[in-house]
């Protein structure tokens, strides 16, 4: 005959299964994540086993960007889906009030009875809201990927936490955590900038990084001198200048990555020990995307696909075959991701300037956005200004703090690399000027916009 604890043990799956909740929800974010450094986004030498399982398990969006790229603007709209200019923080220093934060994804969640927890790296400002929270393992800043001198790398560490807020949520209510991995970001203060566990030290030894077209130097000669002078420039002297660093540096940024998915890989684990996982959905994501010496650049912040573009996986059991392995090319957007976390737990979002994803979840062909508005404006010097309309053909880019202002126009099905500038040439004249209008407008419908106001793309 089982003793109690053995009985309990044995039908917690079967318990789980059977609570008619609302689904659990588990957002995974890593830093500096550019969208084709993934097996399931086609590139053969990083490993990335357990993300590839969600992609194909669930929905792989092929063209997901990010609104502006850097980290706590990003991630600010991530929480919020709204754009920079609506949200407001442009700087490391302006927190969310604590009106604004009730209206961001984990501030809905928590108030129509989710438990919610967040590790990591918060991101947003000079003041987290920690105690808005249910379980807080947060950290301000960068943070460091060897908190104690010869103990764990941080990911391990996240992911140990990651199982204890598993193994401590309660069973009779859903739960939403929120992951935000420091990986791949760089430790900016250490002269080896990417920093790996010892344990994946001999990972990709016997791979041979590709050296990327754009790293040809009239690449960057193409570009304004204020790009020159920038943090680009110099990160890329520290990062990628001699084809070795290249070699180096990249195969530690996969290694990064790779240690991600080998903690994704033990919180899923986790949720099919317990018979969670056919109840939670899973959201996967970067905060931006980043140069790996494309363009004679290191970083991200400008408007070139490899420093805006990043993966996004969803996977959500309840929806069932017919979406396991889908590939949308629609393109969508960081401000999406707050309202489709809110849908998926039934929550009517409060007014937000993203949509939900769940049509193209659900295999739906809904009508779906033509461009957006890019806009980057934190600078300290050494970061240009950047903002910009990027459509499913063509990319416009103005470099603010140049005088005259300097116009960039890529046509993207022809020129995918973005290697040559058309905004000087009179053939093209027509289209630069469409799209330098088409910038004003949705520039004066972000800045007249209120937050009591519905929200429409402006047409």
């Known amino acids: ?218 690449y960057i000669s193409q570009l304004p001198l204020e790009v020159h002078r920038s943090e680009n420039r110099r990160r890329w002297a520290v990062r990628f200048a001699t084809p070795e660093l290249h070699q180096e540096s990249v195969k530690n940024y996969y290694r990064l990555i790779s240690e991600v998915d080998t903690q994704i890989g033990r919180i899923r684990s986790e949720l099919a020990r317990t018979g969670a996982d056919s109840n939670t959905v899973i959201l996967f994501t970067g905060d931006n995307g980043f140069y790996l010496g494309e363009h004679g650049l290191a970083g991200k912040w400008l408007m070139h696909e490899e420093s805006i573009r990043v993966p996004l996986l969803i996977h959500d059991p309840r929806l069932g075959a017919a979406s396991q392995g889908l590939r949308r090319r629609e393109m969508v957007l960081n401000i999406d991701l707050a309202p489709t976390i809110l849908e998926a737990a039934s929550i009517q979002p409060p007014n937000m300037q993203g949509r939900s994803l769940y049509p193209l979840l659900k295999s739906q062909n809904p009508s779906w956005r033509k461009d957006w508005f890019y806009e980057h404006h934190y600078t300290n010097g050494w970061i240009p200004q950047t903002e910009g309309v990027r459509t499913e053909q063509a990319k416009y880019t103005r470099y603010l703090d140049t005088n005259p202002v300097f116009e960039a126009l890529f046509d993207l099905l022809k020129d995918p690399l973005e290697e040559n500038n058309l905004a000087s040439s009179p053939a093209h004249l027509q289209r630069l000027q469409a799209l330098r209008a088409r910038h004003q407008q949705w520039k004066g419908a972000l800045e007249s916009w209120k937050p009591h106001q519905q929200w429409t793309d402006p047409s």
């Not at 059977?18 to 993934?38: K, V, Y």
């Not at 980290?71 to 700087?91: N, P």
């Not at 401590?168 to 250490?190: N, T």
């Open 1 to 218: 005959m089982l003793s109690r604890r053995a009985f309990l043990a044995s039908s917690a799956p079967a318990l789980l299964r059977a609570q008619p909740t609302r689904p659990n929800i588990i957002f995974l974010l890593t830093d500096d994540h550019r969208w084709d450094a993934l097996g399931a986004m086609g590139n053969s030498i990083i490993r990335t086993p357990h993300l590839d399982r969600l992609s194909q398990q669930g929905v792989t969006f092929q063209n997901c960007f990010v609104t502006t790229s850097i980290c706590m603007t990003s991630r600010a709209s991530i929480f919020t889906g709204l754009y920079a200019r609506s949200h407001g923080i442009l700087d490391f220093q302006k927190p969310f009030s604590d009106a604004q934060f009730q209206r961001t994804y984990p501030g809905q969640l928590r108030a129509h009875g989710y438990h919610t927890g967040f590790i990591g790296k918060y991101g947003v400002g000079n003041r987290m809201h920690s105690a808005e929270f249910d379980y807080w393992r947060g950290f301000p800043g960068q943070g460091k990927y060897f908190p104690e001198p010869g103990g764990k790398h941080l990911t391990e560490i996240m992911g140990d936490q990651a199982l204890e807020f598993l193994n401590q949520a309660p069973k009779d209510k859903p739960f939403c955590l929120s992951i935000s991995f420091k990986a791949p970001h760089v430790q900016d203060e250490d002269p080896r900038q990417f920093l790996p566990s010892p344990a994946t030290a001999g990972l990709y030894d016997k791979a041979t990084i590709p050296t990327p077209k754009t790293a040809h130097p009239r």
